[in-house]
């Protein structure tokens, strides 16, 4: 394990970040480093019982574990973050229904004369050796075990121009995307704005569906190890995430239809980039093949991504096999710690 540089940390509260932007670093990584974090839930903990209403003992949603300021990177670089593991660190979580919060709900942006949503609590137990979750209905007496698949809801880095965005807001810096894309084996490719990236995560789920509808997962604290690397001279525009199977581009925009554009725009230009095909043709293949989930339909910012299966790509290898050798890192590291 000599070979593999590996920095822990478990941040105090106080040192929780509200922000992406504005925050000075918790410490200094360089690429090549892996790191063993613990991030808190969206409530930082608060929200344990269904008498712990949001709204009375929140302030502020979304601590961030970091920001980390990576050695030797500045604008126009891009960073580089592999997700080895994400695994619950309770064996409890929470969601709630909020008001004014939410995809089927009036909001402070969508306004109508309905009375918001009453605010409740669901608590989920979690059993990690079996990897499921349990819901269980406030009214009524249905209960129904759900697989786990853990996922990082806020992963991002310093805005440009000096900007400090909410951890509520997802946009071209990443933040609060809440795709389950953003699971154990992702690597997730990010533009860097400021010297140092100063990127941080958080937002745990345990699980979540797709587009996050009631606007809360089941929300949980995480052990997460990933490796950081940086690709110099090479600028990302807008998220991108990379799995065995798949490259995907991720947009964050309001309408929702703005969203679909940035992601698919995205990778159409990332085909373009990779394997130099005429832009209109790579438009049609992208048109033919793509996969689109929507992430999220209750942020500040609505995010949707656009995958593109490897299969029918002219090669498997992009950002220079980046994916590759950091999984086989994260494997190196599996093996040490005799992990599955």
Known sequence: MADLPVVTYRPDPSEYAWTFGGVEPVMKVKPGDILELWTDDCFGGLVRGVDDLPSQLITAFNPQTGPFYVEGSGPGD???????SIEPARDWAVSTTFPLFGA?????????LQEPLPELVWVYEADRSRRVVRYEARNGDYSVELPMDPMHGTVGVAPAFGEARSTLVPDAHGGNMDTPEMRAGTTCFIG????????????????QGEGEVCGVAVEGAM????????????????????????IMSTGSAR???????????????????????????????????CESPVANVCDPNYTFVAKAPKRYLPSSEVY??????LRETAQAYRAERGLA
């Open 104 to 112: 089927l709900t009036s909001t402070l942006r969508t306004v109508t």
């Open 255 to 289: 309408p929702l239809e703005d969203a679909f554009r940035i992601a698919h725009g995205d990778l159409v230009h990332w085909l373009v980039e990779e394997f130099a095909l005429e832009a209109l043709d790579a438009y049609q293949l992208i048109s033919q093949i």
């Open 78 to 84: 891009t960073l580089a973050l592999h997700l080895i």
């Open 192 to 207: 860097v704005n400021v010297e140092g990236a100063m990127f941080s995560l958080g937002d745990g789920h345990y699980r």
């Open 223 to 246: 052990d997460t190890v990933l490796i950081v690397d940086l690709i110099k001279g090479r600028m990302t525009p807008w998220p991108r995430l990379e799995d065995h199977a798949y």
């Open 320 to 325: 220079a096999s980046a994916h590759r050798r």
